[in-house]
């Protein structure tokens, strides 16, 4: 059973940072492209951030580039989300997904509980 399992959201003032973590099971770690989506109030869910755990490469949406890194620790079989400078539209549930697949349109099929990220301003 795949399970993805996130951490390290909360609450922080704009230009802060937070980390979050998926520890991720239930599959082999280099098999997928593991990432993040994250859903604002009353809007769509958006992908945020992908990253290949065989090569590492990444994909970031555009509103994320040059805050937000994706990273992986295999050896824990873990994905992290480094957030910094963040901003009130940031505001949102995270969800680690797997796979990641980023093409014309993000697209995931396993999806964890979420965990919440608020920015005040």
């Known amino acids: 059973e795949v399970q993805l399992v996130e951490s390290g959201g909360g609450l922080v003032q704009a230009g802060g940072s937070l980390r979050l973590s998926c520890a991720a099971s239930?599959?082999?770690?280099?098999?997928?492209?593991i990432g993040w989506f994250r859903q604002a109030p009353g809007k769509e869910r958006e992908g945020v951030s992908c990253?290949?755990?065989?090569?590492?490469?990444?994909t970031s949406a555009d509103s994320v580039k040059g805050r937000f890194t994706i990273s992986s620790d295999n050896a824990k079989n873990t994905v992290y989300l480094q957030m910094n400078d963040l901003k009130p539209e940031d505001t949102g549930s995270y969800y680690c997904?797997?796979?990641?697949?980023?093409?014309?349109?993000?697209?995931?099929?396993?999806w964890g509980q979420g965990t919440q990220v608020t920015v005040s301003s």
């Open positions: 239930g599959f082999t770690f280099d098999d997928y492209a």
């Open positions: 997904v797997a796979p990641c697949v980023v093409g014309a349109d993000w697209i995931a099929e396993y």
């Open positions: 990253i290949s755990s065989s090569d590492g490469s990444t």
